[in-house]
């Protein structure tokens, strides 16, 4: 019996392969090889892969089933949290390394898992859909590497909303110290990887830009490891819109990573705010935005906080046995996908934070050499007996006969020679403790089963109002509608000066609210 | 009946790695075993757990390599540590005998590409490149004028105590590591992928952070690298 593909839906996978491939590929040779004394990194990436091909089709579609891909993406623009550019742009790509891997290794064969593949295919292209909506791409690379996320009602409380600074002053002197130390805090707490930093933008402000920079997961939450040692961290995501003048973002990549020309300098940032927000939020929420000197109050105190909790985490990870670190940076690999569970309402800590035993038996040849080995071959070379093609084929980046991921084989339409699915989900462990904390979201700390009650019946303001419907498109002809000012007025519910605003305002609007309000308009 | 691949990949290698490709034909051979030895098709095998490796399969092929006499390179500390047996140790920094010398007559003891543009600094070179001394120093504090020479551009090993040095040395990565962005956001004068040749704990040092920002999309250029000259 032929797999359940129709030939249009093939073309349309294999063609996501590739582009998949091939924007894996200039990432991991454009950043830099992951290394660390502490951790064996590339090892644990390696292990990380297997996990996702065995258990991501089953916990995927257990999310789509309690709430679309697509609809999950919609809503994660509203708001900072690991469903984010950088955790949904490498989702597929961690599962066909996992594939590929596998294949290598002649345990299965491009024709294996076609129901799964299909699944999982289809899903990341939608959420990935949903959550780029803004610019219709579907990865920040389609888009010359930006990340146009967010629409105008959010951008304009970000603008209007935003605290002056200059060099030397005291904001400007806490945000610095702040970006340093949280984003010193996020190698940390994720192992290495850089999954709990985001970017999005560069929006355009006038004549100068905007990058929204997030930090994802920082307090008591998923990653059992944070129990206890960051008790006294308030918040678990926050966003930072900074405005920076003489500076183009030239490149917001796949990864959430930014460069600038001129050079990125603190010096030239003339603006900021500071929000949290997660899966149960009403959009973004100001946090100690009522003037400059209490948000530099608050960001030193943040930052002291983080401080602390990098100390007491490094002693904790720096006491752990090479598994435990195996096991601690593979979960935080695996797990890019653990909040669409959130958003959905159907997380649960053991499908998310354990490595099941078709995983756990490879790791006997997970040693230092072998994993950074293989990895340099998998995404890097592209030199392993899988990855080749026909001696005529020509690489998009790097014109060898070679592609990172294969593409799956059109014999599936016909015939019997295709295996389905691999299997259920089995039994999991891990080396580490138990978690034992509740969950900090922005509703207060809460169970597990408290948080996903919770996002069952949480609808934010935004989405109430119509977000999912009435995007820019719509808004540039009918601003004046009631609807569109429920919707903007949703979005500014907590803006410090575009409270009850709505939709009609211009650019010029918002430097005419910040002078008024004895703030410098910030367009340049 | 489609076959595992073990021979019959038109258009496949070898892997360029020697451990990749021990353990990748290895694990090919053992699937084909089992295979032939099922007398099922392919797809009847492929998700027919009795058939599937053990973690015991993959402990028997770790040995097969193992017992050839190999030895894994070592990158995190830990693996070292657990199994000294598996790993080689991590080697320190070498001295050819053969450094050159700047305008000045001192020796050139390493170069390296600069993360961004800073003064000229001084200071004393410290190696931190394990726990041990990471804990040290956290406790301890981070000796004045430290300039620390780091074999690991990753930005987890120092985390507690980056923001404590004076400068930084890393003999690794680039200057888009996890190291390179630590260093720039926290202001300290950095440079990356270090090439070292005679430097010892304790040496005086003038690192020449004043260099230009390397350029991580362009060629190696010699010229352009900063250079570490031994004051004492």
Redesign the interface.
Known sequence: MASNYTYAELLADNAWIRKSSDIFYWQCTT????????????PYIALSYYNCWYRYPELLRKIDAAMPAEEIGDRAREVSTGVNTIMLGIIQQFYLGGRQFL???????A??GIDDMKFVLDFTRRVNLGYHRQNSYILNSDDNNKGQIHPERTLQVFEADALGCKPGDKLHNAV?RF???A???A??KN??C?LGINNSGPYKVGNNEMLVRDFIDLAEGDYPWLDGVTADIEYNNLTLPVIMKDTHFNIVDDWGSFEATP?YDHDNMIAVGLYTSDYLSNGYLPVHMNNASDLADYLDHSRETM?TA??EL??R??G???DQ?IDAGALVYYAVAKDLAHFAGVYEQNDWMQLEE?T??????M????????I??LVG?I????Q????YNMNKWSDQ?NDMWSAIPYSVLEG????A?V?PIRSGSTSLPPKTQKYTTTQGKLTQDECNAAARKFVSGPVAAGSKIYDDSWIKYNYASPEANNLYKATQENSRLLKGKGAGLSRADIDAIRIAAGEAPLGG | MSQPKIIDDKWGKEAMMPTVEFYHAAIRRLVAEKFAASGKTWEEAVVDPSLELTRADFENIEQQLLATGYLFETSAQISYIEEPNKYKPVQGVGDSGTQGKDAQGRLIVGTGDNVFAAKDLEGTARFVGTVDVVMDMLINGVPEGTIAIIDDSGGTLTAPILEGFAGVVCMGGTIRSHLGILTREYGIPCLMASELDGLVEGDRILVEYSKGAANAYAERDDAARALIVKIS
């Open positions: 950043r830099t090889v992951q290394e660390s004394k502490l951790f064996p990194v590339n294949m290598d290794m002649g345990m299965i064969n024709t294996d610095v970006l340093a130390t984003s010193q805090y190698f940390l192992c290495e850089r050079s401080a990098t100390s490094w002693k990870i720096s752990w046995s090479r670190m078709r756990q038996r490879l790791k006997p040849i040693n230092d050499e072998y994993g950074n080995h293989a340099a071959e070379y030199t392993l007996s899988s080749q093609n026909n001696p006969p019997n020679e295709w295996t699915s299997g």
